[in-house]
């Protein structure tokens, strides 16, 4: 019992991540029907961002700790945001009129891309990321969890919190909601859906690159791979708990990390992605819209 | 109609020329005597397919320094039988399909007369096929899986090794567990997606005396280990085994001792690599040994100290057991082209095949018949990241 507590709490922290870039896809998907791919090279780039910020800060001497950290995390979720602003405005804006398939498909492309240029400069060997906050462990009970495991769930739940303000509260998160119902008549009404297209994706690529350098100080390890498989389980946490929807995504994410860390406490570690997989699909068959989607018939 | 006849006689020309490249390619720099690529000039060129870039570049960068050190070496002796030593290096960019590819580019196109590589077990195995349409040997310095040598009761004609094999390894740490670190518990927690692990596991389960209380999996690229750790924590063992390369163990070690497992842990030679101390935290290598082929502290011979001398001297770091390795295999080239006084891919397959007593850096080696080096094992033991223990242990 105990050890199945730990290990619920184990998954609720791998969630969280998941949860956090699972917004990303989510909101984007939300506003313009695509899925972007190259969301989990975001994450990658975001890491990279704060791991040579942070070695810089050490070899100048300048901002120990835990300050370091969070200032670089500020500069590259930055930083990020800019790249998907870039990537969207030289890969997804030319095809805004295409089909969604072409759309797509630039998007596995423009994923490739960012790998390999990272691959090509910075090559690919696994880099040991700078422990900037040193790790303390606190048993609460039976159950046991670090500082670093806290910093993660604190600053993913706060990030959700702040993004569903800003898209509930904010003229331009009306305009976001706007576009996402329909892009024609929001224009109509006086807004630049390109504005709002643009703030979309530097609001989730700033997710993702938050994502990249909590994942960083967590487990000690990056490189320029490292958004793949995290990119497609956060695809499916977002398809899971209803593409489009905020919260949505939120609850897709824990749910992976939740299903994930379960299935290997249970022994299955062997096929816990094929897990992962097979409850999408049985969501898909039984709640095609996702968890929190709302089945609405299109008209044709 | 005279169109469709010159197409017929276009598309048998074709077929013609299809079928007659193979048989006419394979051999066509070999001699008439036992096959493979005769020396030619006044150089002797070996080729080396390495993992320069990927996923385990570690392990290939540092076999071509070892290499290229000890060419440097034999060419400023004088090189081997009075001809100097060519390198052409070949990445395989740690992908199976691309070793394969190198091994017959090296083959047919730069026409070596020895292969050095690959250096994992995968790539190995991926290479073999070509080097021996070739006739062509190879020396892989780190492949250390049983079948590499061996493919069922067959040898492999001419695949060679400068390390030991995996089954070897498994033995030597099932014996160190029950004699040095007297573990009658243990908790294997293994890379399932790899040859190699799968074969560590296999070789500890079947030497060791001690009971194994529970396995655990993980698979190439898993970062998470939180939620077996947790498992693992709450069995009663003394000795954890991981059978894995450095980047899944690097993380592992950080989230196992972050977590409070504090029993000793013992991996292969795939922990070697300075990347597995980075990535766990040198404070968190503590209490993990692992079998190397090489120690500075458990020296096999006095050729080692110049090895280490000269290695400083030229690359400004200490050595590593993958750079001594790779030296090794180069060494043993040179010896099988003088026992044999000739540099054709036969004569050196006969010369490594008939190896004994060759002094080397990670041990006086004897060639054994499934072409495994005999020669005896170091288990390294770590405190906070710094080699601190170093056991000689014979098979």
Not at chain 1, 234 to 248: E, Q
Not at chain 2, 28 to 54: A, H, M
Not at chain 2, 286 to 294: A, E, K, L, Q
């Amino acid at each position: 019992m105990e050890v199945m507590i730990q290990q619920l709490i184990n998954g609720l922290f791998l969630g969280s991540i998941y949860a956090l870039m699972a917004l990303g896809y989510t909101m984007v998907y939300g506003i313009i029907k695509l899925i972007n791919f190259a969301h989990g090279e975001i994450y990658m780039i975001g890491s990279f961002i704060g791991y040579f910020l942070i070695n810089s800060f050490n070899t100048w001497g300048i901002l120990p700790n835990a300050w370091g950290f969070f200032i670089a995390m500020i500069i590259s979720m930055a930083a990020s945001a800019l790249l998907g602003v870039v990537v969207e405005f030289l890969a997804y804006r030319p095809l805004r009129k295409s089909t969604r398939i072409a759309a797509l498909i630039t998007a596995i492309g423009v994923s490739y891309l960012l790998q390999n240029v990272m691959i090509y400069f910075f090559s690919p060997d696994t880099r040991p990321f700078p422990q900037a906050i040193a790790r303390k462990a606190f048993s609460i009970g039976f159950v046991s969890v670090s500082n670093i495991q806290l910093l993660i769930l604190g600053i993913s739940v706060s990030l959700m919190i702040i993004l569903q303000l800003i898209v509930q509260k904010t003229r331009m998160g009306k305009a976001m909601r706007a576009v996402s119902v329909d892009t024609d008549a929001a224009q109509l009404m006086g807004i630049n859906v390109n504005r709002t297209i643009s703030f979309t994706f530097a609001l989730g690529s700033a997710l993702a690159a938050a994502g990249g350098m909590l994942i960083g100080l967590y487990y000690n390890s990056i490189d320029p791979m490292m958004g793949v498989a995290p990119g497609l389980k956060s695809f499916v946490a977002a398809v899971l708990g209803g593409i489009g929807i905020i919260p949505g995504a939120a609850l897709g994410g824990f749910a992976i990390g939740l299903i994930e860390t379960m299935s290997t406490a249970l022994g299955f570690s062997d096929y816990k992605d094929a897990l992962v997989y097979a409850v999408l699909i049985i969501i898909l068959l039984i709640r095609p819209a996702g968890i929190l989607g709302k089945n609405i018939k299109e008209k044709v | 109609m005279k169109k469709k006849f010159a197409f017929l006689f276009a598309s048998l020309f074709l077929l013609g020329a299809c079928s007659a490249g193979p048989s006419g390619g394979g051999n066509s720099n070999g001699n008439s005597n036992g096959g493979g690529n005769t020396q030619e000039g006044d150089t002797i060129k070996i080729g080396l397919n390495l993992e320069l870039s990927g996923a385990v570049a570690g392990y290939g960068t540092q076999e071509k320094e070892g290499v290229e050190l000890a060419v440097e070496k034999i060419n400023a002796d004088g090189g081997i039988l009075g001809k100097e030593v060519e390198l052409v290096i070949k990445d395989n960019k740690s992908d199976s399909n691309e070793a394969a590819t190198a091994a017959a580019n090296l083959t047919t196109n730069d026409g070596v007369v020895a292969i050095i590589g690959p250096a994992t077990t995968g790539a190995s195995k991926a290479a073999i096929p070509n080097v021996t349409k070739a006739q062509v040997p190879m020396i892989t310095p780190s492949g250390t899986d049983d079948a590499i040598t061996v493919n069922g009761d067959k040898v492999q004609e001419y695949v060679f090794r400068s390390c030991f094999q995996d089954s070897f390894q498994g033995v030597i740490l099932a014996n160190y567990a029950d004699e040095t670190l007297s573990a009658e518990k243990a908790v294997i927690f293994g890379d399932n997606s790899s040859d190699y692990a799968i074969g560590l596991t296999k070789a500890f389960e079947s030497a060791y005396d001690g009971e194994v209380v529970l396995r655990e999996n993980f698979t190439k690229n898993d970062k998470d280990f939180q939620a077996q750790l947790t498992k693992i924590k709450n069995a009663d063992f003394d000795v954890l085994y991981l059978p894995g390369y450095y980047e899944e163990a690097g993380l592992i070690i950080k989230q196992a001792r972050e977590m409070g497992i504090e029993q000793p842990i013992l991996g292969a030679d795939g922990f070697g690599d300075e990347k597995m101390i980075q990535l766990a935290g040198a404070e968190n290598v503590s209490n993990v040994f692992y079998t190397g082929h090489f120690s500075a502290l458990a020296p096999a011979n006095d050729t080692v100290q110049p090895f280490i001398d000269a290695f400083k001297e030229k690359y400004g770091k200490e050595p590593s057991t993958f750079n001594a390795l790779a030296y090794d295999a180069m060494f043993m080239i040179k010896s099988a082209i003088e026992s044999q006084d000739s540099a054709d891919s036969a004569a050196i397959t006969k010369g490594l095949a008939e190896l004994k007593d060759f002094v080397g850096i990670t041990g006086n080696i004897t060639m054994d018949a499934n072409h495994n080096p005999e020669k005896s094992a170091v288990v390294i033991g770590f405190t906070d990241g710094k080699e601190s223990s170093a056991d000689t242990v014979n098979p």
